[in-house]
């Protein structure tokens, strides 16, 4: 995993971090900056996004993952008694193959109504148990040489 200045001037997400394009803040720390997404799949889909330059989930620090994950719970309640929704996925997606765009890492807070029309398209497929057994012996292995959570 490549080194990351904690701003980079290409990055859209970094120009609005530093006041260059506006956006609809929402709540703003020294960690952190939420805003609403400007083309909202719902109403109050909303981004929080660390104020450093980090790609996405497989560049993050803990310490990142840790700052952003603390404000995830009071913002999506805020949010979603804001627009009296009972429910929102927190999705980040991480990499071109999973529909990542913008390349500085952001989770999405899309709430969720039973009469609203965003659809997720999830079709549950069979878990063998063989493969899964080969699976988790490869995923505990990877882990067990990982870095632990990235140095800042
Ligand atoms: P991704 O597909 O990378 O997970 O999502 C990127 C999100 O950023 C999209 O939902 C898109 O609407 C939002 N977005 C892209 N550019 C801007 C911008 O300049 N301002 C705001 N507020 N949202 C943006
Ligand atoms: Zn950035």
Known sequence: ???????????????????????????????????????PVVVGHSLVIPKRHIRNIFDMPSEVAAAVAYELPALARAICAAVEAPACHILLNSGIEAMQSVHHAHYHIIPRKSDDS???????????????????????KNYENMDEGLSA
């Open 118 to 140: 965003f659809f997720v398209p999830w079709r549950p497929g069979k878990l063998e148990t063989q493969e899964a057994h080969n699976l988790i012996s490869k995923i505990q």
């Open 1 to 39: 995993m490549s080194e990351q200045s904690p701003h980079d001037g290409g990055c859209i997400f970094c120009r609005i971090i530093a006041g260059e394009i506006p956006c609809q803040k929402i709540i703003e720390n020294q960690n952190i900056l939420c805003f609403l997404d400007i083309g």
